[in-house]
C-alpha cells in the first residue's frame, strides 16, 4: 500500500513543483498591479477580463507562503508583498477598514462591497502562513485586528458569525469550517492557546449544530437560530466538505486532545458511500440527507479532500486508507489535469464526467497544494517509521 502511495506522492510533488507552480507563477499574476488572476483559461493564459473575487488573493497569498517555505518556489515574498499592497489599495473596505470588500471587477474597482466572513476565514490562513513562512510580525497583528473586526460587527446568535454584513437567507456551516482551518493555523504559527480556544468554539458549533449524528452527516444550511434547513428548504450534504471536516478534526484533535473517531469514521464513510460515483470514484457535488445524488457534477477540490481524509484515517488504523488516498490521486490525473498544458487543471464535470467549464480557478490551486503537502509529509513520516501526519497542518 505504502508503495503505491509513495509513487502517486511522487508524481504529485513533481506535477505540483515542475508543473502547476510555475505555470500559475508565470500566468497567474497581474505584473502591473502584483494582483492574482481570477482564473486561466484552457490555454493556460489569464483571464484578463472577468471579476476577481478577493478571496483569491488571500488564497494565493498562503499558497505562495506555503510553496516558499518547503522551497518549491522562489521570490514568494515578494510576491505576496505585492499582493498586500493590492488588496490595501483596492480591496479595503470603505466604511470598515479591518475588512475587505467582497468582488472587484477587471479594472480593480469594487462591484460587490460586502465583507464576507469567508473571505476572512482564508485572510486570517494567510496571516498564519506569512508569519510562519517570511515571519511578518505585521501579519499577526492584521490576524488580531480582523477577529476583533468579526466579533463586533458579525457575531451571530447562539454562537458563530452570520455569513458577512449583509441580510443572508441562512446561515452556513461552511465560513466556519474556514476559520476553524484559520484559527489551527494561528495557533501552530504562534502556539498561542488563545487560538485554539476559537478553534474550540467552532468545535463546539460542529457538535451541537452542524454534525447529524442520527445520520452521520453533516449539514450545510441553518436558520439564523442554527435549526437546519429541511431539504424543502435547501438542505444538502456536501462529501467533499464531509471529508474536509475529517482532516480538520484530526488535527484538531491531535492539538486539543478531543476525541473526534466517532465523528470522522461516520463522516468517511458515509461520504464514501453516499457520495462517490461507482465506476470513476468520482465525488458528486452534493447529496440529500439520505444519500441520493444531489447535483451529479463533480468538482476538482472534493478529491483533494479525500486524500487529504484517508491520510487521517490511514494514521488512525484503516488498513485500506491509503490505496484510497493514491486511487484519489491517480483519478485527478485522469479526470482533472490537463494534457497539453502542464500544470493546468479543470474545475468541474457534469453528470456525464465532461468538461463543464474549460477554466482553470486560481482558488482550487489551494486545495491541490494541500493535498500535495500532506501526502508529501505523510509519506516522508511513514518512510521513517515516524507519527504518520506530522503535527503541523499543510507543514
Not at 513543483?17 to 486561466?40: H, I, K, M, V
Not at 460542529?206 to 454534525?211: A, K, L, R, S, V
Request: aromatic share 12%; hydrophobic share 40%; proline share 4%.
Amino acid at each position: 500500500m505504502l508503495e503505491e502511495l509513495s509513487l502517486w506522492s511522487d508524481r504529485l510533488q513533481e506535477w505540483m513543483t515542475r508543473s502547476a507552480l510555475p505555470l500559475w507563477l508565470d500566468n497567474g499574476f497581474d505584473t502591473a498591479t502584483g494582483s492574482a488572476y481570477e482564473q486561466l483559461n484552457e490555454f493556460g493564459r489569464a483571464d484578463t477580463g472577468c471579476d476577481r473575487r478577493v478571496r483569491v488573493q488571500a488564497r494565493q497569498m498562503f499558497v505562495l507562503a506555503c510553496a516558499s517555505l518547503r522551497g518549491w518556489i522562489d521570490g514568494g515574498e515578494q510576491r505576496v508583498a505585492q499582493l498586500e499592497q493590492y488588496v490595501a489599495r483596492y480591496a479595503r473596505h470603505p466604511s470598515a477598514p479591518e475588512g475587505y470588500v467582497h468582488i472587484l471587477d477587471s479594472r480593480n474597482e469594487i462591484v460587490d462591497a460586502r465583507q464576507d466572513v469567508y473571505d476572512i476565514a482564508f485572510f486570517l490562513l494567510a496571516c498564519a502562513w506569512r508569519f510562519r513562512a517570511f515571519g511578518q510580525a505585521a501579519a499577526l497583528r492584521e490576524a488580531e485586528h480582523l477577529i476583533q473586526h468579526l466579533d463586533t460587527h458579525i457575531k451571530g446568535p447562539q454562537g458563530g458569525w452570520l455569513e458577512g454584513d449583509y441580510d443572508a437567507p441562512c446561515r452556513r456551516q461552511n465560513p466556519h469550517m474556514h476559520l476553524l482551518e484559520a484559527f489551527l493555523a494561528l495557533y501552530d504559527a504562534t502556539r498561542s492557546g488563545r487560538w485554539l480556544a476559537r478553534a474550540g468554539e467552532i468545535f463546539t458549533l460542529f457538535e451541537n449544530c452542524f454534525y447529524d449524528s442520527r445520520r452521520g452527516v453533516l449539514l450545510e444550511y441553518f436558520h439564523r437560530d442554527w435549526t437546519p434547513l429541511t431539504e424543502a428548504e435547501g438542505q444538502a450534504v456536501e462529501p467533499g466538505h464531509m471529508l474536509e471536516w475529517v482532516w480538520l478534526l484530526y488535527h484538531y484533535s491531535r492539538r486539543s486532545g478531543a476525541p473526534v473517531a466517532r465523528y470522522t469514521r461516520p463522516l468517511y464513510d458515509n461520504a464514501l458511500a453516499m457520495g462517490r460515483e461507482a465506476h470513476t470514484g468520482l465525488l458528486f457535488d452534493a447529496v440529500t440527507t439520505g444519500g441520493q445524488p444531489l447535483k451529479t457534477s463533480k468538482r476538482c477540490w472534493p478529491l483533494t479532500e479525500l486524500v487529504k481524509a484517508s491520510l487521517c484515517r490511514a494514521a488512525e488504523g484503516d488498513p485500506l486508507a491509503e490505496q484510497r488516498a493514491a486511487r484519489a490521486i491517480e483519478t485527478l490525473f485522469e479526470y482533472y489535469f490537463s494534457d497539453e498544458v502542464p500544470g493546468l487543471y479543470i474545475d468541474q464535470l457534469d453528470a456525464g464526467n465532461r468538461v463543464i467549464r474549460g477554466m482553470a480557478p486560481a482558488s482550487t490551486l489551494y486545495h491541490l497544494l494541500l493535498a500535495t503537502t500532506e501526502v508529501v509529509d505523510y509519506t516522508a513520516a511513514r518512510r521513517l517509521k515516524s507519527p504518520a501526519v506530522p503535527e503541523a497542518l499543510s507543514g
